[in-house]
């Protein structure tokens, strides 16, 4: 009880911390928050978890510990290591919530109300009061937009339907936002959601997804600013990330690179801009952190089949949880899409969402719930009855 009322508490105290500043989007230093938010839910948890689950924690371990090794040895500062690292820690945190029922469905629909209310109020407030036009909660909103849609997820599985109100509100959000990310990620989860059979009502949804289309390419275009694609800075980390593999054989595309390659010199250098991501040993280093894009960061690092098994892993563990198939394809798309541009699942705004979606009882899974407790109370009853 005490870790889903905090849980859920914290999210919203920290939202409505934001609407103190318009200069910066929160006076709390969120990210830091949030993580101890999600770690001290974990200390408080049970640890009883399927076999699979103890397999995903034990195989990460290794690996963190294999490639730390190497990254040690190396010479490579610890925090050059963990920035490049996270997923995989954030893999064994989501492997322990896999599972487990924490927030009822109530709890879930109030929190996604609420959010929806705050994020719709601080997003005007910051076009009226703020210098620039990017709003947010809690940090830039290419990373917040991903947390509400994941609890957007969580509140359509409880009826496999939101509120026309619902729908409008976190329309106008996501589009307020101006995150390309968003925007596609969002276009991505409704398509997936809504089209299920091809009659006249999907007719009527294809419709109102052309519209929402048009207003994906509107903010696309607004995003140039009157340049042209090569001025879009994900499009230079995508030109730098082509230099950086001109050179890789078949393995380097399957497995990546060693652990923590330095980019080279010329890419660096390009990037300049962006000092705070260099290496925190040397300042003149950079590494593929540097690039933003997590799937492009991914393949560096750990290669295509590297990519491909995080993904798989976070599919299976919300098949623990029994989290629908429609939703667990929408959580991969909102991951892989946001992923493009910045950090997905190595970002504690996607893991905290994530944690509300592997832990909300649904109805499906309040019934078998009910089922697998009057088991173990049967099988409780007959042990003592054998006494």
Same mark, same amino acid.
């Given at each position: !009880?005490?870790? @889903?009322?905090?849980?859920?508490?914290?999210?919203?105290?920290?939202?409505?911390?934001?609407?103190?500043?318009?200069?910066?989007?929160?006076?709390?230093?969120?990210?830091?928050?949030?993580?101890?938010?999600?770690?001290?839910? *974990?200390?408080?948890?049970?640890?009883?978890?399927?076999?699979?689950?103890?397999?995903?924690?034990?195989?990460?371990?290794?690996?963190?510990?294999?490639?730390?090794?190497? &990254?040690?040895? $190396?010479?490579?500062?610890?925090?050059?290591?963990?920035?490049?690292?996270?997923?995989?820690?954030?893999?064994?945190?989501?492997?322990?919530? &896999? #599972?487990?029922?924490? %927030?009822?469905?109530?709890?879930?629909?109030? =929190?996604?109300?609420?959010?929806?209310?705050?994020?719709?109020? /601080?997003?005007?407030?910051?076009?009226?009061?703020?210098?620039?036009?990017?709003?947010?909660?809690?940090?830039?909103?290419?990373?917040? +937009?991903?947390? +509400? =849609?994941?609890?957007?997820?969580?509140?359509?599985?409880?009826? @496999?339907?939101?509120? #026309?109100?619902?729908? +409008?509100? *976190?329309?106008?959000?996501?589009?307020?936002?101006?995150?390309?990310? $968003?925007?596609?990620?969002?276009?991505?989860?409704?398509?997936?959601?809504?089209?299920?059979?091809?009659?006249?009502?999907?007719? =009527?949804?294809? !419709?109102?997804?052309?519209?929402? $289309?048009?207003?994906?390419?509107?903010?696309?275009?607004?995003?140039? &600013?009157?340049?042209?694609?090569? &001025?879009?800075?994900?499009?230079?980390?995508?030109? $730098?990330?082509?230099?950086?593999? /001109?050179?890789?054989?078949?393995?380097?595309?399957?497995?990546?690179?060693?652990?923590?390659?330095?980019?080279?010199?010329?890419?660096?250098?390009?990037?300049?801009?962006?000092?705070?991501?260099?290496?925190? @040993?040397?300042?003149?280093?950079?590494?593929?952190?540097? =690039?933003?894009?997590?799937?492009?960061?991914?393949?560096?690092?750990?290669?295509?089949?590297?990519? %491909? +098994?995080?993904?798989?892993?976070?599919?299976?563990? !919300?098949?623990?949880?029994?989290?629908?198939?429609?939703?667990?394809?929408?959580?991969?798309?909102?991951?892989?899409?946001?992923?493009?541009?910045?950090?997905?699942?190595?970002?504690?705004?996607?893991?905290?969402?994530?944690?509300?979606?592997?832990?909300?009882?649904?109805?499906?899974?309040?019934?078998?719930?009910?089922?697998?407790?009057?088991?173990?109370?049967?099988?409780?009853?007959?042990? @003592?009855?054998?006494?």
């Amino acid at each position: !009880m005490m870790v @889903k009322n905090n849980y859920l508490f914290f999210i919203v105290v920290m939202s409505l911390a934001s609407f103190v500043s318009y200069t910066y989007y929160n006076p709390l230093p969120t990210n830091a928050l949030f993580e101890v938010m999600v770690l001290t839910s *974990l200390l408080l948890l049970a640890k009883r978890m399927e076999a699979g689950a103890w397999f995903i924690v034990c195989g990460c371990l290794c690996y963190i510990a294999y490639t730390f090794t190497l &990254s040690y040895l $190396g010479a490579t500062h610890p925090k050059d290591y963990f920035l490049a690292y996270k997923s995989y820690v954030y893999l064994i945190i989501l492997a322990f919530f &896999s #599972g487990k029922c924490l %927030f009822s469905q109530a709890q879930i629909r109030i =929190l996604f109300n609420t959010l929806l209310v705050i994020f719709f109020c /601080k997003y005007i407030l910051w076009f009226i009061f703020a210098t620039f036009k990017r709003p947010g909660v809690f940090a830039e909103n290419n990373f917040e +937009i991903m947390t +509400i =849609l994941f609890i957007a997820l969580a509140a359509w599985s409880i009826e @496999k339907k939101l509120t #026309g109100m619902q729908w +409008i509100t *976190l329309t106008l959000v996501v589009f307020m936002s101006g995150s390309r990310s $968003g925007v596609v990620s969002y276009f991505a989860m409704l398509t997936l959601l809504l089209i299920r059979t091809f009659d006249f009502k999907t007719v =009527l949804k294809l !419709m109102v997804l052309g519209v929402i $289309g048009i207003g994906v390419v509107a903010v696309l275009a607004s995003r140039l &600013s009157g340049d042209d694609v090569s &001025s879009i800075d994900r499009v230079v980390f995508a030109q $730098g990330f082509l230099i950086a593999i /001109k050179d890789w054989t078949w393995f380097n595309f399957l497995f990546g690179s060693a652990p923590l390659t330095a980019l080279p010199d010329v890419v660096c250098d390009r990037l300049v801009f962006y000092k705070t991501l260099f290496s925190a @040993k040397d300042p003149t280093v950079c590494y593929s952190v540097i =690039l933003h894009s997590y799937v492009i960061r991914q393949v560096f690092d750990h290669g295509i089949v590297g990519l %491909f +098994i995080v993904f798989v892993i976070l599919n299976y563990l !919300m098949k623990i949880s029994l989290v629908t198939g429609r939703v667990r394809l929408s959580v991969l798309a909102i991951l892989f899409l946001n992923g493009l541009s910045v950090s997905s699942i190595n970002s504690v705004y996607a893991l905290v969402g994530i944690v509300v979606i592997l832990t909300t009882m649904y109805p499906h899974r309040f019934a078998l719930e009910r089922k697998k407790l009057a088991a173990e109370l049967d099988s409780n009853k007959c042990i @003592k009855s054998d006494f």
